[in-house]
T-cell receptor
Framework: AQKVTQAQTEISVVEKEDVTLDCVYE???????LFWYKQPPSGELVFLIR??????QNEISGRYSWNFQKSTSSFNFTITASQVVDSAVYFC???????????FGKGTMLLVSP | KAGVTQTPRYLIKTRGQQVTLSCSPI?????VSWYQQTPGQGLQFLFE???????NKGNFPGRFSGRQFSNSRSEMNVSTLELGDSALYLC?????????????FGEGSRLTVL
């Protein structure tokens, strides 16, 4: 069975601080996909990034960066110089190759204060 | 390109009633998935439809059902509502083939059962 654990329930930071959201996953599959989604107060889940299990190259996109390590089954997400607009719930998710079904973590609520 | 549209956005029902929620996917997407989001259980997969056929199903009782029409629009139905069915119901669409798990979500239908 697949499982995604986000140990941080809530994180509060002050604007311009860097913040890292942790994600640990479990799967028996050799091919899988990892995701981060953002859920603002409006409720819609917004896709941020996808990584497949064969691509451990870390990526930086603007203020966002991701650290994927298969050896520790972790897929962490960092926001550099956080802004108030980053306040949202962030979900890490996992899917098997070939399936649209996502297994989500419980989410981490990020509060960025001015 | 229009996003995923869910109706109604908010609704209130009483125990024992039934409810039908509607989802219009992104044009050209043939897969529609439904998720239930509650504070206690988080995001849980209900079912997925592809080309009018249920392709995958989560661990929910038979009171939860769905269908997909030839235009890919989908409905889900919950019969004999219970208090615990109060939740945000999220619909997501994807192309349905060459799946990498990336889903596009609507803003959800928030159901309150009194």
């Amino acid at each position: 069975a697949q499982k995604v654990t986000q140990a941080q329930t809530e994180i509060s930071v002050v604007e311009k601080e860097d913040v890292t959201l942790d994600c640990v996953y479990e799967t028996r599959d050799t091919t899988y996909y990892l995701f981060w989604y953002k859920q603002p107060p409006s409720g819609e889940l917004v896709f941020l990034i996808r990584r497949n299990s064969f691509d451990e190259q870390n990526e930086i996109s603007g203020r966002y960066s991701w650290n994927f390590q298969k050896s520790t089954s972790s897929f962490n997400f960092t926001i550099t110089a956080s802004q108030v607009v980053d306040s949202a719930v962030y979900f890490c998710a996992l899917s098997e190759a070939g399936y649209s079904t996502l297994t989500f973590g419980k989410g981490t609520m990020l509060l960025v204060s001015p | 390109k229009a996003g995923v549209t869910q109706t109604p956005r908010y609704l209130i029902k009483t125990r024992g009633q039934q409810v039908t929620l509607s989802c219009s996917p992104i044009s050209g997407h043939r897969s529609v998935s439904w998720y239930q989001q509650t504070p206690g259980q988080g995001l849980q997969f209900l079912f997925e439809y592809f080309s009018e056929t249920q392709r995958n199903k989560g661990n929910f009782p038979g009171r939860f059902s769905g269908r997909q029409f030839s235009n890919s629009r989908s409905e889900m139905n919950v019969s004999t509502l219970e208090l615990g069915d109060s939740a945000l119901y999220l619909c997501a669409s994807s192309p349905g083939t060459g799946n990498t798990g990336e889903l596009f979500f609507g803003e959800g239908s928030r159901l309150t059962v009194l």
